[in-house]
């Protein structure tokens, strides 16, 4: 720990000195061209001096937060205890190493002080990013932006660290409140991992409302005047890192509050992301927060401008929803609406040029979700509801993408991971201990060992350097049909592993003449398929094998 | 006798390096000095700090700069003094 400290004669003799020295660069005045660098430094120096550093001393003395009465920790308390200089143990910072500190209270920075000095340099921030964009390629600005990223962060620190705790009452940046939406928002990046969910996400929320309360037509605040993150951006990423201040805030806010303010979609889909999690929350809640943002968000679809963020509003749901995805169909009633809402939800997403793309980036969050879905009952049965559920949720994403138009040959490899992800489920059901159980099931392929992708490519199901594309494209029309197919086939694979069925059972499994888009006719085919296993095999081995093909039948 | 182009090349340098004594003056070395841990410390005044000695390296630099400048102009100066000497003509003084 450090200490911060000041000497307000030696201070002020500094900013008089800064006084001169920016007259003297000022001087520094040049018409040769060869001394154009020279100026310009001098300059730059001048301006650093003049509007950084001097106002920031001026301050300082102004409010002398040390000599303030009140404050405990007065000159008279100070210069005793350490002779002429004036320190005071006031809070811990980083960096520098002081003298031994005083005994007296912690001392809390003036919150006028804090709000004024954060706004300054939220100010000097917006205005060097209008000029140089978020991202400054010129070297001395982006320079001059990090440094006022870190004297936000210094000043937000130092103040948070300040603040006068009272039993367990946890600490509340009240300054913060005060401060520019923007300023408050830049601060808080710097602490909120001192600040508990609720109080980051109840700042987090009421600095979005001041945001809106100033903003019309988006020319309010003066982050909300430049091309770049504004305040919502940067609080919305800062609410993304706490998974229960981002579902506190979503709980809250209101749909524009959520939707209508960034500057990019990025930061609303990493909050809906963080917020909805299937970890985070269950099914019910992830509805009541996910349906509202859901419906306002369509009902204002057609109404933003071309470059506005909403556009890519459905690519932030297509993240969000995913992990749910079967409250879009048959599951549509745990989350108060109907079937046809949710499907017209899935169509919206993927009429958007970057749905379909992120629907298959989240994919790996529903394979999460579903491996931890229980698929065998208390009796030691397949549980055939959740996989009818898991089945035609299939279906409905197939349908779905075909309706979309989206490419035939992206939309075959997509379906082709979905259909392994949901057999590898059945395959757990049905083997208990097999290779696909648990969350081995995550890796996809996990159980596809050589034998079960021969038979699958002999079958047509999934593509194979022999079989014409587009005909595997057509094998895929029925999502649940083909993962049917690859579940049986991986469950015969497993049982041949283990001794209980012959070694050339799979060679027996035929599809040909059968029309892959009449289920009932494939089921019929495997059912006899399994049948000529009865001869053979236990019971419990066929009636494994006969599960399998029941959790398809759409009659059952 | 100096031709003309030499003349103005020394100008400049005497410019430059007049210039370069203004930049590199003391007065941000003095500056750092009274910014140090004796007036004040913390955050800010580490900022400070690493401001000012920034601003002093980068100020530093630049009077070598125009030092180094001033040093090729006058180098060209003696080179055109030289030509000219050598010239039958005497031309361009």
Redesign the interface.
Known sequence: M??????PV??D??RR??R??AD??A??R?S?P??A??VT??A??RQ?LEW??MP?IGD?LVVDPLGRPGSGAGPSSMWSSIGS?M?SSIWP????T?PTPTNGPACAIPDEMVVRRLDELADARAVLIASHGPHPEDPEAAAELA?ID??IA??A??YVTGIPRTGHAPLYPRALLEASPYAAALALRAVHDQLEPRTLAAIGLMIVRRWHANSDHRTGWLDAQFFGPNAADILFEVLAQHPDAATWFLRRAQPREVLDATASIDPVTALLVAGTAPGQIDETTAGQLLVPLVRWARDHDPLWPEDHPLQDTPVAFAAALTPWMATLGPRADRWGWDRDEGEDTLDWVLDHPGGAQAIHDALATWKERIAETGFVDADGRIAGRALHDLAETLEMIEGAFHDARIESIERTAFMIDLAFTVAGMVISAAVPGGPATGRAVDAGLAFATPAVKATLERLGIIPSPERERAAAQADLQRASTTTLVIALTATVSTFVDRGELPADALDALELDEVDMDDPEAVHARLVAYVDTFAPVAAPATTNALFAVIGAFDDDA | MSTVDAELLRTRARTLRRLAALVQQRVLLDLCRRAGDDTWRGPLAEHCRDDLRNALRRLDAEGDELLRQAQVFERRADELDMVASLSPTGALR
Request: net charge neutral; hydrophobic share 65%.
């Open positions: 450090s200490l911060v400290g000041y000497d030696l201070v003799a500094l000195r800064m001169s020295a003297e660069l001087a520094i040049s040769d060869a001394a660098g020279a430094a001098a730059a120096v650093l950084t550093w920031a300082l200089s320190w910072a980083t960096g520098a002081g440094a870190a004297r210094a000043v620190r130092a």
